[in-house]
């Protein structure tokens, strides 16, 4: 399973970013996608999933200003960031949870993409 993020960029404060993200590969099903971020000297944190069931699950700085958004015929995420903070400066990681077809059978995989950068100028 690969996963390919692309739209990160700079923009400045109050501007805004999508941020797009399809995974490919012999997928069975997709239990959980979303986006994650890292910033400088900082852990990687949660920034918006669909988790099972397609609940979304948004961290607290960031909710009223990113939706996310999922093609699930596609296997493709989105993330729309609007009023953008020099704070949300950060590479942003795809990540996707499910089944993945095998010469046996299946197993569960959990991949990460390669990380785009966003950055927010004041």
């Known amino acids: 399973v690969q996963l390919q993020a692309s739209g990160g960029g700079l923009v400045q404060a109050g501007g805004s970013l999508r941020l797009s993200c399809a995974a490919s590969?012999?997928?069975?099903?997709?239990?959980?996608m979303g986006w994650y971020r890292q910033a400088p000297g900082k852990q990687r944190e949660l920034v918006a999933t669909?988790?099972?069931?397609?609940?979304?699950n948004y961290a607290d700085s960031v909710k009223g200003r990113f939706t996310i958004s999922r093609d699930n015929a596609k296997n493709t995420v989105d993330l729309q960031m609007n009023s953008l903070k020099p704070e949300d400066t950060a590479v942003y990681y795809c990540?996707?949870?499910?089944?993945?077809?095998?010469?046996?059978?299946?197993?569960?995989?959990?991949?990460w993409g390669q990380g785009t950068q966003v950055t927010v100028s004041s």
């Open positions: 990540n996707a949870a499910g089944v993945r077809q095998t010469s046996y059978g299946s197993t569960y995989f959990n991949q």
């Open positions: 590969g012999r997928i069975l099903s997709i239990n959980a």
């Open positions: 669909f988790t099972s069931g397609g609940r979304t």
